[in-house]
């Protein structure tokens, strides 16, 4: 198993339209596709990502920005919601590491301390679909998400944009 880099950075938003704008104006990032078409909500989100019942995602949006992470902007809606953390709380939406072996690397991350939420690896869906494209969630000690991602194949998203996602050339290994 080998840490390939950040794939994406996950930051939950009150408004996908405004955020949306805000990076692009802000950073120059490329809007490049939304994740889902409709919302989505259930005992997989609820225990998968491990929020409140009765929690949707409305929309998931990918953003491509310069040669680091992607961006990925959510709209949750759930009851209780809280406002953004202040920089001195713990904790991030997630970060999502790219791995070559998905099962090594949750079994290292386990090892580590971190609880795997939902079962372990699952496929990538909609736009990210393709064979072999797979991540998962987990806690760290501290509670913080953390997702690992690994896609060996084409994504579906490459039929509707010309853009790519920022990924790491192939290991040597």
Same mark, same amino acid.
């Given at each position: 198993?080998? /840490?390939?880099?950040?794939?994406?950075?996950?930051?939950?938003?009150?408004?996908?339209?405004?955020?949306?704008?805000?990076?692009?104006?802000?950073?120059?990032?490329?809007?490049?596709?939304?994740?889902?078409?409709?919302?989505?909500?259930?005992?997989? /989100?609820?225990?998968?990502?491990?929020?409140?019942?009765?929690?949707?995602?409305?929309? /998931?949006?990918?953003?491509?920005?310069?040669?680091?992470?992607?961006?990925?902007?959510?709209?949750?809606?759930?009851?209780?919601?809280?406002?953004?953390?202040?920089?001195?709380?713990?904790?991030?939406?997630?970060?999502?590491?790219?791995?070559?072996?998905?099962?090594?690397?949750?079994?290292?991350?386990?090892?580590?301390?971190?609880?795997?939420?939902?079962?372990?690896?699952?496929?990538?869906?909609?736009?990210?679909?393709?064979?072999?494209?797979?991540?998962?969630?987990?806690?760290?000690?501290?509670?913080?998400?953390?997702?690992?991602?690994?896609?060996?194949?084409?994504?579906?998203?490459?039929?509707?944009?010309?853009?790519?996602?920022?990924?790491?050339?192939?290991?040597?290994?």
């Amino acid at each position: 198993m080998s /840490i390939r880099g950040i794939e994406h950075i996950g930051i939950t938003v009150p408004d996908i339209k405004q955020a949306t704008e805000f990076f692009v104006n802000a950073f120059d990032a490329i809007y490049m596709y939304d994740i889902i078409d409709s919302p989505i909500g259930g005992e997989w /989100i609820e225990e998968g990502l491990g929020v409140p019942e009765g929690t949707t995602i409305q929309s /998931i949006r990918v953003l491509r920005l310069g040669n680091g992470p992607n961006i990925e902007l959510f709209d949750y809606s759930t009851a209780g919601q809280q406002a953004a953390a202040l920089p001195c709380d713990l904790g991030y939406q997630h970060v999502a590491i790219f791995v070559d072996d998905i099962a090594a690397a949750s079994e290292k991350l386990e090892r580590a301390g971190a609880r795997i939420l939902g079962g372990g690896a699952h496929d990538l869906p909609g736009a990210e679909a393709g064979e072999g494209c797979q991540f998962l969630y987990a806690k760290t000690p501290w509670g913080s998400t953390i997702e690992l991602v690994t896609y060996s194949s084409l994504q579906a998203y490459h039929a509707v944009t010309t853009f790519r996602k920022w990924t790491p050339e192939p290991s040597s290994k």
